[in-house]
């Protein structure tokens, strides 16, 4: 299943440099449904988990390549991504 979102756990100003030292969680749509409302989980649960957790991590939209907590655009690329996914084996993006 196609990776949906990066939790990376440090601030927005090295989001770039900790993704690519493979210190991020990929969410997927299972992932989202199992981890919230009793395996019931939806988009708006994790947007809210993430807004929540805004101080101590960071969550990017792979579709958007934005910060869920402010919409702003992250530092990141799909090519950049893809190459980190592939280097830590996890679901290709889609480009």
């Known amino acids: 299943m196609k990776t949906k979102y990066i939790r990376i756990s440090r601030n927005k100003k090295q989001a770039k440099t900790t993704f690519e030292k493979g210190l991020f969680i990929p969410w997927t749509m ?3 449904k199992n981890a919230f409302s009793f395996g019931n989980g939806t988009i708006k649960d994790f ?3 993430a807004a929540d957790n805004a101080k101590n991590e960071t969550c990017i939209d ?3 390549l934005t910060y869920i907590d402010t919409g702003n655009p992250c530092d990141l690329d799909r090519k950049t991504i893809n190459r980190i996914f592939s280097k830590y084996n996890v679901k290709e993006v889609t480009i």
């Open 47 to 49: 947007k809210r988990y």
């Open 62 to 64: 792979i579709d958007t």
């Open 30 to 32: 299972e992932n989202i």
